[in-house]
T-cell receptor, first 112, second 116 residues
């Protein structure tokens, strides 16, 4: 069966510091991968998606970037965090051509 | 532009009763998909149920059913026999069709509280 992991689970970082969040999927090959952000009390906003290694599409211009160095690994990064980057970050995967996205446990980021 | 609207910020329901969570959508696509996810306080998004735009039957998954009214562009979630563990945020989402990306657009969610 497929599983999706995210780490760290929680993170507190100062403004201006770098960021690296990791997401890995097990039990499937060549998945579509997604990064979402959820601000407090809000719905999910799609940040990036990837249909293959090295292929990244950005949905919202911002302080963040994403990379996919391996088939089942998706990384969210920032060189300098802003206060507005605080939120709950969720990674998701889906099979190409299938309908449903499955989410990881999320990373709660607080920027102080 | 595609849009999902959930007009109920919060709902209360008594244990063992049924509850309907509203969702309306806006799209010009003929082919699309509609989803409901549950988000408990732990934060993880749990997939509940899916309805394709060409599906003639309403989707059902255990105690969850999706009341799909295509002409009204609504996709309400019905939870039967509510349980205390059903207390959570519920999000309606729509898949943008076209290509292989399967991007989802989410509503703002409904917070459901099940009372004993």
């Amino acid at each position: 069966s497929q599983t999706i992991h995210q780490w760290p689970a929680t993170l507190v970082q100062p403004v201006g510091s770098p960021l690296s969040l990791e997401c890995t999927v097990e039990g499937t090959s060549n998945p579509n991968l997604y990064w979402y952000r959820q601000a407090a009390g809000r719905g999910l906003q799609l940040l990036f998606y990837s249909v293959g290694i090295g292929q990244i599409s950005s949905e919202v211009p911002q302080n963040l970037s994403a990379s996919r160095p391996q088939d089942r690994q998706f990384i969210l990064s920032s060189k300098k965090l802003l206060l507005s980057d605080s939120g709950f970050y969720l990674c998701a995967w889906s099979t190409i051509g299938a309908d449903t996205q499955y989410f990881g446990p999320g990373t709660r980021l607080t920027v102080l | 532009a595609q849009k999902i609207t959930q007009t109920q910020p919060g709902m209360f329901v008594q244990e063992k009763e049924a509850v309907t969570l509203d969702c309306t959508y806006d799209t010009s696509d003929q082919s699309y998909g509609l989803f409901w996810y549950k988000q408990p306080s732990s934060g993880e998004m749990i997939f509940l149920i899916y309805q394709g735009s060409y599906d003639e039957q309403n989707a059902t998954e255990g105690r969850y059913s999706l009341n799909f009214q295509k002409a009204r562009k609504s996709a309400n979630l019905v939870i039967s026999a509510s349980q205390l563990g059903d207390s959570a945020m519920y999000f309606c989402a729509m898949r943008e069709d076209g290509g292989a990306t399967n991007k989802l657009i989410f509503g703002t969610g409904t917070l459901l509280a099940v009372q004993p």
